[in-house]
């Protein structure tokens, strides 16, 4: 018994010296890369060329390019052009396909409903369940590749998505767009 209690005290008194030093020499994180962090759509995808938006945000805080993001798009890259104070640019030619956009098609008679593309999926376009065929919701895929290469029977296709009519949008203005009106009196 009191080698049980002579444990617990151990136990308590380690965690109260983990628990200060925690507090102690805690390091504080770059504040600004975690505004660039928020701002980025955090679907991990590595479309920019980084593992991740947190290694991303930490490049763009060092002086990177803001407009390597294709699942930020253009909003993306204008919120990051406010915070930052930079010039709004389009988005890298290199990741962004001439063609339209690009998004996972899964051949559903093929699947096998191993569940390896729902795993890796950063934005979760891809429902189905064990066992059973797999879908792509259109509207919520980026486009990121990371399905592709962990199917096991090959039956995921990257296809380019035409726009619709229905699909378009009238574009929105940029903050330089707007002329002010001055009221002569």
């Not at 699942?71 to 010039?87: N, Q, S, T, Y």
Request: aromatic share 6%; proline share 9%.
């Amino acid at each position: 018994m009191s080698a049980l209690i002579a444990l617990g005290f151990l136990a308590l008194m380690l965690g109260a010296v983990l628990g200060y030093a925690a507090v102690r020499f805690r390091v504080q994180g770059n504040p600004l890369v975690d505004q660039i962090n928020s701002i980025l759509p955090q679907t991990q995808c590595g479309q920019c060329g980084y593992p991740g938006c947190k290694p991303y945000a930490e490049a763009i805080a060092n002086g990177d390019e803001i407009n390597k993001c294709p699942p930020g798009g253009d909003e993306g890259i204008k919120a990051l052009a406010a915070l930052l104070d930079r010039k709004v640019v389009p988005l890298d030619e290199e990741r962004e396909p001439s063609e339209g956009k690009r998004v996972a098609y899964i051949r559903e008679d093929e699947c096998i409903g191993c569940t390896k593309c729902i795993q890796v999926c950063p934005v979760d376009a891809i429902v189905g369940a064990p066992k059973l065929m797999h879908t792509v919701i259109v509207t919520e895929c980026t486009g990121c590749d990371l399905c592709v290469p962990v199917c096991p029977v090959d039956c995921i296709d990257m296809p380019f998505v035409e726009k619709a009519p229905d699909d378009w949008q009238w574009p929105q203005p940029h903050a330089t767009d707007i002329i002010p009106i001055k009221w002569v009196q």
